[in-house]
């Protein structure tokens, strides 16, 4: 009975109006609804029912990158480009990091260890970094990235050598810049960020390219080891063919203790990992920037990844990809290259849309400024927006709900309040 009262208790302050104010934040109000999750298997119901919408405030900041949420201590988790913000489910504000002078993008939650990692970069400084906040200590507003102990980071060599790369032999590094012919695979950085299992296990089996799929703890899947997948931004540029493929690196972040340092802008650090335990592309034609919003979804094992659409006229330029998660990588050609190239490609889900001149498959969808699979076919999809006011203007963001279906153009369609 006690656990009743309790489990009503909750679900009534979920349900309750919330004022959201708070330093750097928006005054306003907003009714948070539920939506019931009774059609999923018992294992994937939340112990409270998620709202339809959480309202990521209002701030003098960056547009929104990513979110991420903590389902069993009900937080959420909104990057706003060089802002942090913690809030509750009802979209009350319970901290934020801030003195970000480099770009934060999309996060994600790691159930292991119960932190928030998410994308972090410093161009100017050739640093590219995996930043981990430990949520639980973020507990006021205004928090420094630097001096808090809230944030560590991880350098991530890799994307330097592929993002600094001397592509037309000039002897010159052209800088954060598309309209060149530097930066191996068009890398312009990274974005994406996700957890979820060794691509080598598709299908549940090993990849054929002779590297086998089990984890180092002999398990994979969705309750099995799960590796932090990272893919790149890629420059828009129309004039290139080597930059027509996603690509994804992936992370055994277990034993990454020993790499996290402090966050330390004027003097950026260069521990991490030597190499990665998996790198492998996805031809998609070329996007604007990359994948913006990574997700692996455990309801079907398959990967989103949420773009900004591409420029490139033959190509059909589609907002979001998916990955096959069923299918192992295959050895082939990586696309394009100035010099012939091999390396694991992963293969698009047939379904949506699909374009017979270049092989891709798609759909028209949001995710590209935030994007959350909750499991069991559900998603939260971030809308980003601005308001004005006597103090100028502020970004805005909120986690909508809405549930895949898989329809062209569009896959989601809104979850009704109940």
């Not at 598309?178 to 974005?191: E, K, L, P, Q, V």
Request: hydrophobic content about 30%; charged content about 25%.
């Amino acid at each position: 009975m006690r656990r009743q009262k309790r489990a009503r208790a909750l679900l009534t302050a979920v349900l309750a109006t919330a004022v959201v104010g708070a330093a750097g934040g928006v005054a306003h109000a907003e009714t948070v609804t539920t939506a019931a999750a009774d059609e999923a298997p018992a294992a994937q119901r939340p112990d409270v029912r998620l709202p339809t919408t959480v309202d990521g405030g209002a701030w003098k900041s960056g547009h929104l990158q990513g979110m991420a949420i903590d389902r069993r201590k009900g937080a959420m988790y909104f990057s706003y480009t060089d802002l942090l913000v913690k809030t509750d489910l009802r979209g009350k504000p319970i901290g934020s990091v801030t003195g970000f002078t480099g770009h934060l993008g999309d996060l994600d939650f790691n159930q292991r260890d119960g932190r928030v990692y998410g994308s972090l970069e410093y161009k100017a400084a050739k640093a590219f970094y995996i930043a981990l906040f430990d949520g639980d200590r973020i507990t006021r507003m205004n928090m420094d990235a630097q001096d808090s102990g809230v944030v560590s980071t991880v350098h991530l060599k890799e994307v330097v050598e592929d993002y600094t790369a001397d592509m037309d032999g000039d002897g010159v590094f052209d800088g954060n810049t598309g309209n060149t012919a530097d930066h191996r695979y068009g890398c312009s950085g990274i974005d994406g960020v996700a957890f979820g299992p060794d691509f080598r296990r598709g299908g549940g089996g090993h990849g054929d390219d002779g590297d086998g799929g089990d984890g180092a703890d002999g398990s994979g899947g969705k309750h099995g080891r799960q590796l932090l997948t990272v893919a790149y931004g890629v420059y828009s540029n129309t004039s290139r063919q080597d930059n027509d493929h996603q690509v994804l690196l992936q992370y055994d972040t277990r034993h990454w203790k020993k790499y996290e340092r402090p966050l330390t802008e004027e003097s950026p650090h260069t521990s991490g990992p030597r190499s990665t335990d998996g790198k492998y592309f996805a031809y998609t034609g070329n996007t604007t920037y990359g994948v913006q919003n990574l997700e692996y979804d455990g309801h079907s094992g398959n990967w989103l990844m949420a773009v900004y659409k591409g420029k490139k006229p033959s190509l059909p330029n589609y907002s979001l990809f998916v990955l096959d998660g069923s299918q192992h990588p295959k050895r082939g050609i990586v696309r394009g290259q100035p010099e012939s190239e091999r390396g694991r490609m992963l293969s698009l889900l047939p379904q949506g849309q699909y374009h017979g001149p270049s092989g891709t498959y798609g759909w028209e969808s949001g995710g590209q400024y935030g994007l959350i699979s909750l499991d069991d076919g559900r998603y939260y999809i971030a809308e980003s927006g601005t308001v004005s006011g006597d103090d100028g203007t502020k970004q805005t963001g909120r986690a909508v709900m809405h549930r895949w279906t898989g329809s062209t153009p569009t896959p989601f369609t809104p979850v009704s309040p109940r």
